[in-house]
């Protein structure tokens, strides 16, 4: 039976390694019978390397509303698509580290639509999701939304996010289950993101996931690029945090900050190593997820023990703003500003010399053209290349409007944005908070029939108290 292999993330564990390999070693892939489909259609902000995206992507028309119609033709374009490469491969690998998250809120429904899916058209689903320790993801996870700068989560500080974490789904057990029972525990691969626990020939992430897909790594694959999507550490973390409370809502404002951020983690000092929790606020922390760690251990990777992950070993200071590197890591960030814009200056000013240079020769050589036609006026050659100029000056005019119209509906777009993903965060407390009145409800109505019991009983027994000829009757026809 063909297969779809579905990556589902969690998000930060190398998931933008594993897809940059698939997409770089797609020849070699497809001599094994399997297909990393690189679909013709891309959504706003979501690179195209992440190809399982269509299965729970989200579209807006112009009002900002999500835009249903748009994302069902898109699903029904990416599944045609993905039968077709089923019927030429007999193996499809789908990749998007959002489907994990997006499996807690109103997304949910699509398991439902692809088991149909896979049931009408004679495949299989096989999920495979990496996991890593709540407390490690968690920071990770936070760290990545303050480095893109521009979702709701951005400028939250660590303590806050740690004592009540929201938009992150840390309970692993509870919603693999709940994905289980639709495509069945023996259809999902559960991976430890532990360096040691990589299976496969090189132990290796690249090797743990063909591993997972059922391939051998072998010389004729080929790392294209190692981690490209590190998260920021402390100091850092904090700088960009700061910096999002005031940051603009143009893109490349934010991609800007993202660079710089990354250039200051290469030269930070190798002592400037802290830990967000300290072990005892991380053992607290895990002790929150312990029970369902353990089923996990059991259930889905057969473990004699219930020790999900490896025990980690801290460094010995735990972060505050107030450590000792914080006033090194300020003036390197906003000294990398400065080196960083002195540079792209630098190659501007080389760029506008050239252009410049290259103007005047190609008018000069037009002059000397004109000057060797005897019917030239080189007063009416001059007003033609006045007039010209004029006329560029008056396209340069247009186009400068057009730009500052396309930056206000940029700006549009991102404060939309913004808001849906504001209201994604309250659809899901939504979902929460009905899925924990439907308990709540079928609880009641089990305490309603038993209190009514209760009461049919309490009152059979004071009857028969009350009316002692009736027990005896009760006995005689019996």
């Not at 490469?85 to 109103?106: P, Q, R």
């Not at 058209?121 to 890593?132: A, E, P, S, T």
């Not at 490896?310 to 000792?324: E, F, I, L, M």
Request: hydrophobic share 35%; glycine share 4%; net charge neutral.
């Amino acid at each position: 039976m063909s297969t779809l292999y579905l990556h589902i993330g969690t998000p930060k564990t190398a998931t933008t390694s594993i897809q940059k390999f698939c997409m770089g070693n797609q020849e070699i892939l497809n001599k094994k019978g399997f297909s990393y489909p690189i679909l013709d259609f891309k959504y706003p902000l979501v690179e195209i390397r992440r190809n399982g995206h269509f299965l729970v992507g989200r579209l807006s028309d112009a009002d900002g509303q999500e835009d249903f119609d748009r994302e069902e033709a898109l699903w029904n374009k990416g599944l045609y698509m993905i039968h077709n490469d089923l019927e030429k491969f007999g193996n499809v690998i789908l990749s998007d580290e959002n489907i994990w998250h997006s499996s807690v809120g109103s997304k949910f429904d699509f398991w439902e639509k692809l088991q149909s899916d896979a049931e009408q058209n004679n495949y299989q689903i096989k999920v495979i999701v990496y996991l890593r320790r709540q407390d490690d993801f968690a920071n990770s996870w936070l760290s990545q939304q303050i480095k893109e700068g521009w979702n709701t989560y951005a400028a939250v500080k660590w303590d806050t996010f740690m004592y009540q974490p929201r938009g992150v789904a840390l309970d692993y057990y509870r919603l693999l289950e709940k994905i289980a029972e639709i495509i069945g525990r023996k259809n999902i691969i559960v991976r430890i993101f532990e360096r040691k626990r990589f299976l496969g020939n090189g132990g290796t992430i690249y090797s743990d996931f063909l591993d997972a897909v059922g391939l051998e790594y072998t010389d004729e694959f080929q790392v294209v690029t190692e981690e490209t999507n590190p998260s920021l550490t402390a100091n850092s973390q904090e700088i960009r945090r700061v910096i999002n409370t005031i940051l603009s809502d143009k893109d490349s404002t934010r991609s800007f900050l993202r660079k710089i951020s990354e250039k200051c983690e290469s030269v930070k000092s190798p002592d400037n190593v802290f830990e967000m929790l300290t072990e005892e606020e991380s053992d607290r922390f895990m002790k929150k997820y312990a029970e369902g760690n353990a089923a996990i251990a059991r259930e889905y990777l057969g473990l004699e023990s219930d020790e999900l992950f490896s025990h980690k070993t801290r460094a010995s200071v735990r972060w505050t703003p107030q450590n000792d590197f914080m006033h090194e890591d300020i003036i390197r960030f906003f000294g990398m500003i400065a080196v960083v814009q002195k540079e792209e200056i630098d190659d501007l000013k080389v760029q506008l010399k050239r252009e410049k240079e290259n103007k005047e020769k190609s008018l000069e050589m037009f002059l000397n053209d004109m000057a060797d036609t005897e019917t030239a006026d080189s007063k009416e050659i001059i007003k033609g290349i006045s007039r010209v100029g004029e006329q560029i000056l008056e396209y340069k005019k247009e186009m400068k409007d057009i730009r500052d119209e396309s930056n206000k509906s940029r700006i549009l777009r991102d404060k939309v944005k913004s808001m849906n993903a504001q209201i994604l965060s309250l659809k899901n407390d939504i979902f929460v908070l009905r899925r924990a009145n439907d308990e709540l409800k079928r609880t009641n109505d089990v305490l309603k029939k038993n209190n009514e019991e209760l009461k049919n009983t309490i009152e059979r027994v004071v009857y028969k108290i009350k009316h002692p000829l009736s027990i005896i009757k009760d006995k005689f026809k019996k």
